[in-house]
Structure formats: C-alpha cells, structure tokens
C-alpha cells in the first residue's frame, strides 16, 4: 500500500478525541492525518491547508455541526474545496440524519465501529471515484476546447468563435483594419415552442444556422450562444457592411414561409452590432458584449395593448442607421461627427418643407 504522501492528508473532524484516536491510528499507515475536535477548527484547516484530500467527519459536533461543515465545502467559491470529497463517520443517527447529510453533500458514510479493512478501502474507493471523476471533467472540458464546429448547427462552437475573434482583433489593431461583431436573436423562438414544440424550434434553428453560414464569407465565424441566438464575427467588414448584412438577413427571415400542421411559422429576429470602425475597445470580447448590449436594447417590440398604442414603426434601414448613430461618439470624431450633423439638418430641413 502506498505512503502518507502519496496519498495525501486525511481531516479526521470529531470532537471526541477517541473517535479521532481510532480513526488516526487506522489511517496512518496510509495517509497523512490531521485532526479537528469541532467544525469550526475544521473549516480553518480546510480553508488553509491544500494538501488535504478527503474529510472524514462526524455530524454531532460543538461549535459548527457536521452538516454545516459539509454545506460551507460545497458553496465554497474555491473550486479545490467545493469538490473535496466529505465522508460522513456514522454513529447510530436515526436514517434522517444521514438522509440530510447525504443532500447536504455528503459523499459516503462510515460506521464508528467499522474494522480497519472496509475504513481503509471504503476512503481509497472513495479517492478513486474521485481522481476518476476529475480526469473525465477535465478531458470533457480538453474535448470542448479542441471542437470546432456545434454538431447540430454547423456553426463553429463559443470558444472557437473567441479564439477567431481573438487572432481577427490582434491583426485589425495592428493593420488599422475593419472587424465588425453581429449579435443575432430570433425573439418569437419561445411562441415557436408553444405553438408547435420545442423538436420544431429546434429545427427551425437549424435552418437560421444554415442560413447564416451561407450568407457570411467563407473567413467569417458564426457561432450558436446560445438556444436561439447566434454571433457572427467579420474581419475585414466595416460597421455598414455589417448593418447590411444584418438587415438582409432579418428580411428574408421575416418573409421566410414555413408551416407546420398547416399553420405558418412567423419569425422575428432582432440584432446589434459593433465595430472597430465606431467603438473604441480594447478586446473582441468588449466588441462582443457591446453587440449583446445592442441587441438587447433593439429587440423588436411585441404587439402594444390597445390602451397603449405603439409608435408607428420605422422601416429597418432607418432603424439600424439611428442605432449606428446612437452608438457613435460624434465628439470623439471630430469634424467627421460635424459633418454628420450637418448633414442631419440639412434632412431635417427638407423634411419640413
């Protein structure tokens, strides 16, 4: 059997110092051990001490209880304690006892009067199911980094769209280039859900998806963000070309015809964008989340109650225009930001003759 340090440290936590005493001399010869006589001693050596592996507590204990040690582990921000495993030592609790240590996070439990064999290869199968459970965690995380494309859209994945985005921002800043970020959202995916069922909208999406990568450049990356929006990131394209995009795509998801049961399917999408070429920001990622931002500030509004009527609607091209305006720094740009005011009066002005 292998040493102390080899396996790591044992924190026996029982405030009675025979418990701790049996349990210390059980462990030793193959594992490190630290003894606390209440929660509370137990939670500091937690919080200081990373060499520990596996806690072994009772749940009857002064100061803080056993079920609340194992609470503070489990709503701990620092991700080596909240995954330590927390093996209860059973005395003759009644089964509710164990019942709520067991949702409070327990990972196993040991009678007191268990021989020195089963405390032994209960703790290192409990070890074991952890090092495997980890391993599988981080190859599952290893494996969604490496993916490129989402299976079921075909629309490169999250991490893959920042990796581009990150590689796109670097050369623009560099070359004083164009990026532009489109965030895209289809607003009536839930009345989709309802009308017809979630395997629809979902389907549905899978057609928007195809869409979008037919209609981007080949150097262009869309990804699916999430269940029914989608970010699309642009080298090379200025914020106009991107707001022309986006305007194509959202009329021909509007004039879009599928039926399902007989009963047509109407979509309705809303976007934002931003761009190098009108936001002042140091990251893709802060060119992203100003795109999330706009999108969520233009999503296309429902239909007002007849107390409340809505303003009239203005045509998209005009709408995205103002929201490209809305979004500049007409100060930061100097004569150009005159020079569009000008022009603004000058519409104005025919407007009221």
Do not use: C
């Not at 200025?238 to 995009?245: E, F, R, Y």
């Not at 990622?285 to 999503?299: I, K, N, P």
């Not at 429902?302 to 809505?310: G, N, Q, V, Y």
Request: proline fraction near 4%; hydrophobic fraction near 45%.
């Amino acid at each position: 059997m292998s040493t102390g340090p080899a396996q790591g440290r044992v924190l026996v936590v029982d405030d009675s110092r025979f418990v701790r005493t049996t349990f210390a001399t059980i462990l030793r010869p193959s594992f490190t051990v630290r003894e606390a006589a209440d929660g509370e001693e137990a939670w500091a050596a937690i919080d200081t001490d990373p060499s520990i592996v596996l806690v072994l507590t009772d749940l009857d204990m002064p100061k803080l209880s056993g079920f609340a040690l194992i609470g503070r582990v489990r709503n701990s921000t620092n991700d080596r304690i909240r995954g330590l495993p927390v093996v209860v030592i059973s005395g003759n609790e009644e089964a509710g006892a164990k019942e709520r240590a067991r949702d409070a996070g327990a990972t196993d439990f040991i009678a007191k009067s268990a021989e020195a064999t089963e405390v032994l290869s209960r703790l290192n199968n409990v070890l074991r199911l952890v090092a495997t459970t980890r391993e599988l965690d981080s190859a599952k995380r290893a494996l969604d980094q490496s993916a490129t494309h989402d299976p079921a859209t075909g629309t490169v994945t999250p991490h893959y769209l920042l990796v581009e985005g990150r590689k796109h921002f670097a050369h623009a800043k560099r070359h004083g280039g164009q990026l532009s970020v489109m965030a895209l959202r289809i607003d009536t995916h839930a009345e989709i859900v309802r009308d017809a069922s979630k395997d629809i909208a979902e389907v549905v999406v899978k057609r928007i998806a195809r869409l979008l990568v037919e209609k981007v450049r080949i150097e262009d990356s869309v990804a699916r963000t999430a269940e029914a929006a989608f970010m699309v990131v642009a080298a090379g394209t200025s914020a106009p070309q991107m707001l022309q995009l986006a305007q194509r795509l959202q009329r021909e998801l509007d004039e879009a015809n599928v039926t399902y049961k007989g009963q047509t399917l109407r979509f309705a999408t809303s976007f934002g964008v931003a761009s190098l070429s009108l936001d002042a920001v140091s990251s893709v990622e802060e060119l992203m989340r100003l795109a999330v931002q706009r999108l969520q500030a233009a999503t296309r509004p429902k239909a007002a109650s007849p107390a409340e009527p809505s303003a009239p609607r203005l045509p998209p091209e005009l709408e995205r225009a103002l929201q490209v305006l809305e979004g500049l720094d007409l100060a930061r740009l100097g004569k150009s930001g005159k020079t569009v005011l000008k022009r603004l009066e000058k519409v104005m002005q025919v407007k009221k003759h």
